[in-house]
């Protein structure tokens, strides 16, 4: 390791000071260099406060000392992830601030996604990165312009070290998020960088979803990003993360960071819809706590990726809580989607719903993973969990894995799966009516995932329809 | 004007099964209505099956074919040697292109998808695939093209890329057929048959023919599990595709019951996998008193 560590020196010295001189110049790690020196590099070029160096050093500690997780039934293989690799990757992420420079530097699929997607030219150029700085500030601005009267913050996460460190300090992942709770989130809290800061404050509601689709891509490149949403008591918002069209990826690990505070009797919609490259590993922690009387609503459609890990859960901390849960994976050829949500019910009178939909395809594999947990004490809790397969031919495979952990005998607990192939007779059906077999076949998952699209604003429903029949024609990757 | 003629017709059940159509012979032209009758296993489900282009079965001999007239399409002329297709050669979907429809036994429930959504898009398909398979004159399409920029000023007629019959013009379309099989109007936005009671699938079997409009319907057991006043309301509907879209109808039954309403032209009796007699409408009570016996008997000795 000794030449890495001289190299990582000489980076210190040199790299970053060009990188002084001119933003869109990179610094360079080298292999096997995630070590205390990267981390303080990265901090210090973000200038941020000792406490956040001590957070991201704490938790490369962490990540260290955990195992890999290797002993789940039927996880994805995540052998390919080779950590030693990850430090390269930290590159783009914390110094190419507008990404890639040229549209033709998109790996093929990626381009063909836009094109055929109708994303027109001045949007590429936004998605690739240029120009995106321009456009996403004129977002932040509307924003701003409409809801910093009533207190609400909505910017960068780095930005909002810098300037709110006083509530980002209180939440950043500690009781919701610590880096021990997995190795990858452990991983996240010590290279972390952009996502997104929402502040809503007592008895505010923003009426208008409040969306992360350009700066995702801008600040975005960001494959560490950390979103932090706070909503106070009584207040309310729709949060919508990442845009349909794909995220660009050339490196091959993706670990976001999610924490949402639903305060009492507030509300909380978290919606995404993400497509990621076929070269992914997508190895995400979202968690959200829920006060008393409060509503957490997770939505989420994962596609793309080689290998998705991703379990948003909510932990219903206070008297009368709720949780609802609406997700949809997509896996075709060579991918391994394994998704699903954990909930515990730690307060009487809480309930959760969760409704999982999954679609495999040439070979694809999906796998819903889902943990309820209903303490002792948490009298009168309800949940009801239902997930249900769709799969296009007999190559394709799909695991249901509910867990319930029930230790409290006054609930009510409901589950129910149905895995299914494309049925031949339905297909014929519609054909008979006129469709032609791949149009019959995509009406048939359009109205699988139609629970998914009712729950999002149009635009997001149209290109999540769009992107699945894209996926569908095997015009993707 | 347009026939559907079934010559000598072999098939079996697809990957190796069992023989089950062993030479039928059988013609239906628009504006006839012939009844399709035999004991459970005769072949007659198979039959609709195979001239809808059902995957689960192998023709192994025979042919399928359908005869049309110049001016069997409204606003298209259809070129001389375009007037006779055979089945077997197209695609299910092209088999409704060339007017063909198939009513279900048991239809499917797919969940998500609105009768609304699905007859548009099912009437589109159908009307492009069409396009595509007579390949239209110059002047025809210029003419088609004319009207489908009148429906691009209207934002509640639909793009006209969504297809020639636009978002308004369909709803009125299927209004007015619901109407007159006396059907709740809340049906439009229901999911496609699910949660229909077996009543209301048949009903909806007899709706998707009347907005489809084919030259020929094959309608297989539409009487099966339906009440007196239901069975009524579908017969009704089955009397209109004939009278007034001039439909050829190939009515499968068990049962004389529903014949009472739709007055068949024609009734022929299945028997292992072939037609065994055809005769007028009191062949039909005839069954309804002797059952198939005789049939079978009559069959046997003239073989």
């Given at each position: 390791?000794?030449?890495?560590?001289?190299?990582?020196?000489?980076?210190?010295?040199?790299?970053?000071?060009?990188?002084?001189?001119?933003?869109?110049?990179?610094?360079?790690?080298?292999?096997?260099?995630?070590?205390?020196?990267?981390?303080?590099?990265?901090?210090?070029?973000?200038?941020?406060?000792?406490?956040?160096?001590?957070?991201?050093?704490?938790?490369?500690?962490?990540?260290?000392?955990?195992?890999?997780?290797?002993?789940?039934?039927?996880?994805?293989?995540?052998?390919?992830?080779?950590?030693?690799?990850?430090?390269?990757?930290?590159?783009p992420?914390?110094?190419v601030?507008g990404g890639v420079d040229d549209w033709n530097d998109l790996p093929e699929d990626i381009k063909d996604t836009f094109d055929q997607l109708g994303i027109p030219e001045a949007e590429k150029n936004a998605l690739s990165g240029v120009g995106a700085?321009?456009e996403s500030?004129?977002?932040?601005?509307?924003?701003?312009?409409?809801?910093?009267?009533?207190?609400?913050?909505?910017?960068?996460?780095?930005?909002?070290?810098?300037?709110?460190?006083?509530?980002?300090?209180?939440?950043?992942?500690?009781?919701?998020?610590?880096?021990?709770?997995?190795?990858?989130?452990?991983?996240?809290?010590?290279?972390?960088?952009?996502?997104?800061?929402?502040?809503?404050?007592?008895?505010?509601?923003?009426?208008?979803?409040?969306q992360a689709y350009f700066r995702m891509n801008s600040e975005g490149m960001g494959q560490?990003e950390?979103?932090?949403?706070?909503?106070?008591?009584?207040?309310?918002?729709?949060?919508i993360e990442g845009c349909s069209a794909p995220q660009y990826s050339t490196f091959n690990l993706h670990?976001g960071?999610?924490?949402?505070?639903?305060?009492?009797?507030?509300?909380?919609?978290?919606s995404t819809v993400q497509n990621w490259s076929k070269n992914t590993y997508n190895?995400n922690?979202?968690?959200?706590?829920?006060?008393?009387?409060?509503?957490?609503?997770?939505v989420s459609g994962s596609m793309g990726s080689k290998a998705t890990?991703l379990?948003?859960?909510?932990?219903?901390?206070?008297?009368?809580?709720?949780?609802?849960?609406?997700t949809i994976a997509f896996a075709g050829e060579g991918q391994n989607i394994?998704t699903?949500?954990?909930?515990?019910?730690?307060?009487?009178?809480?309930?959760?719903?969760?409704?999982?939909?999954s679609i495999s395809k040439d070979g694809g594999?999906t796998?819903?993973?889902?943990?309820?947990?209903?303490?002792?004490?948490?009298?009168?809790?309800?949940?009801?969990?239902?997930?249900?397969?769709?799969?296009f031919?007999?190559?394709s495979?799909?695991?249901?894995?509910?867990?319930?952990?029930?230790?409290?005998?006054?609930?009510?607990?409901?589950?129910?799966?149905?895995?299914?192939?494309?049925?031949?007779?339905?297909?014929?059906?519609?054909?008979?009516?006129?469709?032609?077999?791949d149009d019959?076949k995509q009406?048939?998952v359009a109205?699988f995932i139609?629970?998914i699209t009712?729950?999002l604003p149009i635009e997001y429903a149209v290109e999540l329809n769009r992107l699945i029949e894209l996926e569908m024609e095997g015009s993707l990757g | 004007?347009?026939?559907?003629?079934?010559?000598?017709?072999?098939?079996?059940?697809?990957?190796?099964?069992?023989?089950?159509?062993?030479?039928?012979?059988?013609?239906?032209?628009?504006?006839?209505?012939?009844?399709?009758?035999?004991?459970?296993?005769?072949?007659?489900?198979?039959?609709?099956?195979?001239?809808?282009?059902?995957?689960?079965?192998?023709?192994?001999?025979?042919?399928?074919?359908?005869?049309?007239?110049?001016?069997?399409?409204?606003?298209?002329?259809?070129?001389?040697?375009?007037?006779?297709?055979?089945?077997?050669?197209?695609?299910?979907?092209?088999?409704?292109?060339?007017?063909?429809?198939?009513?279900?036994?048991?239809?499917?429930?797919?969940?998500?998808?609105?009768?609304?959504?699905?007859?548009?898009?099912?009437?589109?398909?159908?009307?492009?695939?069409?396009?595509?398979?007579?390949?239209?004159?110059?002047?025809?399409?210029?003419?088609?093209?004319?009207?489908?920029?009148?429906?691009?000023?209207?934002?509640?007629?639909?793009?006209?890329d969504?297809?020639?019959?636009?978002?308004?013009?369909?709803?009125?379309?299927?209004?007015?057929?619901?109407?007159?099989?006396?059907?709740?109007?809340?049906?439009?936005?229901?999911?496609?048959?699910?949660?229909?009671?077996?009543?209301?699938?048949?009903?909806?079997?007899?709706?998707?023919?009347?907005?489809?409009?084919?030259?020929?319907?094959?309608?297989?057991?539409?009487?099966?599990?339906?009440?007196?006043?239901?069975?009524?309301?579908?017969?009704?509907?089955?009397?209109?595709?004939?009278?007034?879209?001039?439909?050829?109808?190939?009515?499968?039954?068990?049962?004389?019951?529903?014949?009472?309403?739709?007055?068949?032209?024609?009734?022929?009796?299945?028997?292992?996998?072939?037609?065994?007699?055809?005769?007028?409408?009191?062949?039909?009570?005839?069954?309804?008193?002797?059952?198939?016996?005789?049939?079978?008997?009559?069959?046997?000795?003239?073989?």
């Amino acid at each position: 390791m000794s030449s890495d560590q001289d190299h990582l020196r000489e980076t210190d010295s040199e790299k970053r000071f060009e990188f002084k001189k001119d933003e869109a110049s990179a610094f360079r790690t080298e292999k096997g260099a995630l070590d205390e020196e990267t981390i303080r590099v990265i901090s210090e070029d973000k200038d941020e406060p000792e406490w956040m160096l001590e957070r991201r050093l704490r938790a490369l500690r962490q990540f260290h000392a955990m195992p890999m997780p290797t002993d789940w039934p039927g996880q994805p293989d995540l052998s390919e992830v080779d950590i030693e690799e990850i430090v390269p990757y930290i590159r783009p992420d914390v110094d190419v601030r507008g990404g890639v420079d040229d549209w033709n530097d998109l790996p093929e699929d990626i381009k063909d996604t836009f094109d055929q997607l109708g994303i027109p030219e001045a949007e590429k150029n936004a998605l690739s990165g240029v120009g995106a700085q321009y456009e996403s500030e004129v977002v932040y601005q509307n924003m701003q312009e409409r809801w910093e009267e009533k207190g609400v913050i909505f910017c960068n996460m780095d930005e909002a070290v810098q300037e709110h460190p006083e509530l980002v300090k209180e939440h950043f992942m500690t009781e919701n998020v610590p880096p021990s709770d997995n190795k990858f989130a452990a991983l996240h809290g010590a290279i972390w960088s952009g996502g997104s800061f929402v502040y809503i404050p007592e008895g505010v509601t923003v009426e208008m979803p409040v969306q992360a689709y350009f700066r995702m891509n801008s600040e975005g490149m960001g494959q560490f990003e950390h979103t932090l949403i706070i909503a106070e008591e009584g207040s309310e918002v729709h949060y919508i993360e990442g845009c349909s069209a794909p995220q660009y990826s050339t490196f091959n690990l993706h670990s976001g960071g999610v924490e949402v505070f639903v305060g009492e009797d507030a509300h909380v919609q978290y919606s995404t819809v993400q497509n990621w490259s076929k070269n992914t590993y997508n190895l995400n922690t979202k968690r959200a706590i829920c006060e008393a009387n409060g509503t957490m609503e997770w939505v989420s459609g994962s596609m793309g990726s080689k290998a998705t890990m991703l379990y948003p859960s909510t932990i219903l901390k206070g008297r009368g809580a709720t949780d609802n849960h609406i997700t949809i994976a997509f896996a075709g050829e060579g991918q391994n989607i394994d998704t699903g949500a954990k909930v515990y019910h730690n307060a009487p009178r809480t309930k959760s719903t969760i409704e999982s939909k999954s679609i495999s395809k040439d070979g694809g594999r999906t796998n819903y993973r889902g943990l309820v947990h209903i303490s002792d004490g948490a009298e009168h809790s309800s949940t009801s969990v239902e997930c249900d397969a769709l799969m296009f031919d007999n190559e394709s495979t799909s695991d249901t894995m509910p867990y319930m952990e029930i230790e409290e005998s006054k609930v009510d607990v409901a589950h129910e799966a149905t895995v299914g192939k494309i049925g031949d007779e339905d297909v014929f059906y519609l054909q008979s009516r006129g469709l032609d077999d791949d149009d019959a076949k995509q009406m048939i998952v359009a109205g699988f995932i139609e629970p998914i699209t009712e729950e999002l604003p149009i635009e997001y429903a149209v290109e999540l329809n769009r992107l699945i029949e894209l996926e569908m024609e095997g015009s993707l990757g | 004007m347009a026939r559907l003629q079934l010559k000598n017709l072999h098939a079996k059940v697809a990957e190796g099964g069992e023989k089950i159509l062993d030479g039928v012979d059988l013609e239906v032209s628009s504006g006839e209505i012939h009844a399709l009758m035999g004991p459970n296993g005769s072949g007659k489900s198979t039959t609709a099956k195979v001239i809808a282009g059902h995957p689960a079965y192998e023709v192994t001999e025979g042919e399928v074919l359908v005869h049309l007239d110049e001016d069997e399409f409204e606003g298209m002329t259809i070129p001389e040697e375009k007037r006779i297709w055979n089945l077997l050669d197209l695609e299910p979907n092209e088999r409704a292109a060339v007017g063909v429809f198939l009513g279900f036994q048991y239809p499917v429930e797919i969940e998500g998808v609105t009768m609304v959504n699905f007859l548009r898009t099912a009437l589109n398909a159908k009307l492009e695939e069409r396009d595509d398979l007579f390949e239209e004159g110059e002047e025809a399409e210029t003419e088609e093209e004319a009207e489908d920029s009148g429906y691009d000023t209207s934002p509640m007629e639909g793009n006209a890329d969504e297809g020639d019959v636009g978002v308004a013009e369909f709803q009125e379309l299927m209004a007015e057929k619901m109407d007159q099989l006396d059907m709740d109007t809340t049906f439009a936005q229901r999911y496609l048959n699910a949660g229909f009671s077996g009543g209301e699938k048949k009903q909806n079997e007899v709706l998707q023919a009347a907005i489809l409009e084919p030259s020929i319907a094959v309608l297989d057991e539409i009487d099966s599990g339906l009440d007196i006043d239901r069975l009524q309301d579908v017969s009704k509907g089955i009397n209109a595709l004939r009278d007034e879209q001039g439909a050829g109808i190939l009515q499968i039954t068990h049962y004389q019951r529903i014949l009472d309403y739709v007055e068949p032209d024609h009734v022929h009796v299945m028997l292992d996998g072939k037609i065994a007699t055809s005769g007028g409408p009191e062949l039909a009570e005839r069954l309804e008193n002797e059952g198939y016996d005789w049939v079978r008997e009559e069959a046997y000795e003239t073989a």
